[in-house]
């Protein structure tokens, strides 16, 4: 049986994601980011983002995540 993910935060820029996502993979967290479609420029797009990301991580990791990105959705 495979963990759920869940819900961390929506991002609005590349930026963004990066800056959520390093502090997570520093610590082991696994993050899984949905709807970050921005085309020829692939993961190198640092601008925004006008329906957002969805930025997930294991079930099991939420709370610790929730720690290491304070403006994170509660």
Excluded: C, H, K
Excluded at 29 to 34: K, N
Excluded at 47 to 62: K, R, T, W
């Amino acid at each position: 049986m495979s963990e759920q993910w869940a819900l961390l935060t929506t991002v609005y820029s590349g930026l963004e994601v990066d800056t959520v996502r390093a502090p997570l993979e520093l610590e082991g967290i696994p993050a899984l980011v949905r709807g970050f479609g921005v085309g020829i420029f692939g993961n190198a797009y640092q601008g925004p983002i006008s329906d957002g990301a969805e930025m997930l991580v294991p079930e099991s990791a939420l709370e610790r995540a929730r720690e290491l990105v304070p403006s994170a959705d509660t």
